[in-house]
């Protein structure tokens, strides 16, 4: 029997995610995300070599629209 799948919903998504698990999240392409994440466009960090995105950031940056994050005020 084919068709949409009865039952739980998925889990929701961790609290820091992982460039594939971001990609799933946002519903977009690993190669875009690493191009939007190198350029600063999407709230993230390196943990070594690898990208690393905080749910909560996220969420927040969807819902101003997907703007950069201006940068802090050092003084």
Known sequence: MSGPRQGNPPPPPPEVMTIDELAVYLQVSKSS????AQEGKVPGQKVGRHWRFHRGTIDRWLSRGGEAQPESDPR
């Not at 995300?33 to 939007?36: A, G, R, S």
Request: hydrophobic letters at 50%; glycine letters at 0%; zero cysteines.
């Open 33 to 36: 995300l690493y191009k939007l």
